[in-house]
């Protein structure tokens, strides 16, 4: 089995920073992707950002420009650096890690970090 185990959420001004982590450990054979997700009581999980194992990177319109993902593929770690946040980045933040551990390609998860963005 593959653990996340997330770290760096936390209260916030608006326009201010924080920077989540994302440490993956357990069965890890190989890593295709990792990235965050977020989600709102009431919503749907929405796709924050992706880094693949080749460096690509992808983000939700709503927050480029401002959210940067990046990756220690030693430590088998991603960062999401979050700049100029606003009220609606206020959310659960969640790591996923898609990669083979050594049985089935499949999902994992971590447990979430609470991030909340004061106006």
């Known amino acids: 089995q593959v653990q996340l185990v997330e770290s760096g959420g936390g209260l916030v001004q608006a326009g201010g920073s924080l920077r989540l982590s994302c440490a993956a450990s357990?069965?890890?054979?190989?890593?295709?992707?990792m990235g965050w997700y977020r989600q709102v009581p009431g919503k749907q999980r929405e796709l924050v950002a992706t880094?693949?194992?080749?460096?690509?990177?992808n983000y939700a319109d709503s927050v480029k420009g401002r959210f940067t993902i990046s990756r220690d593929n030693a430590k088998n770690t991603v960062y999401l650096q979050m700049n100029s946040l606003k009220p609606e980045d206020t959310a659960v933040y969640y790591c996923?890690?898609?990669?083979?551990?050594?049985?089935?390609?499949?999902?994992?998860w971590g447990q979430g970090t609470q991030v909340t963005v004061s106006s």
């Open positions: 996923y890690l898609d990669g083979w551990d050594g049985t089935y390609y499949r999902r994992s």
């Open positions: 880094i693949t194992n080749g460096g690509s990177t």
């Open positions: 357990g069965s890890i054979f190989s890593i295709s992707a």
